[in-house]
């Protein structure tokens, strides 16, 4: 059983940066494909971004490339996604997500088994 806790949300400007951080214990990290997703009120979850075992292969929506960055470092069980150039329509709860299926199924909900608890981010003047 994997448990992940996530935390950095919080309200920004627009133009400004968050870091988020996802914690996970249990199971075995370093085998763990993490995507995270966000969910906007009134919209459903969508993907955000994933990142293989290792960290040499990383994903994006089209809509966050070139501002988000995801990475791990797996010697402390954690995986970041730096968020900068942040604008209005990111605004949502986001969420991590960790499997040990692979990489072929990281943009699908249905692709991950263990899920954090979300941490709201605000982006508005």
């Known amino acids: 059983q994997v448990q992940l806790v996530e935390s950095g949300g919080g309200w920004v400007q627009p133009g400004g940066s968050l870091k988020l951080t996802c914690a996970a214990s249990?199971?075995?990290?370093?085998?763990?494909?993490i995507g995270w997703f966000r969910q906007a009120p009134g919209k459903e979850r969508e993907f955000v971004a994933a990142?293989?075992?290792?960290?040499?292969?990383?994903d994006y929506v089209d809509s966050v490339k070139g501002r988000f960055t995801i990475s791990r470092d797996n010697a402390k069980n954690t995986v970041y996604l730096q968020m900068n150039s942040l604008k209005p329509e990111d605004t949502a709860v986001y969420y991590c997500?960790?499997?040990?299926?692979?990489?072929?199924?990281?943009?699908?909900?249905?692709?991950?088994?263990?899920w954090g608890q979300g941490t709201q981010v605000t982006v508005s003047s």
């Open positions: 997500a960790a499997d040990s299926r692979g990489w072929r199924t990281s943009r699908l909900r249905d692709g991950y088994s263990y």
């Open positions: 990142i293989n075992w290792s960290g040499g292969s990383t």
């Open positions: 249990g199971g075995t990290f370093s085998t763990l494909t």
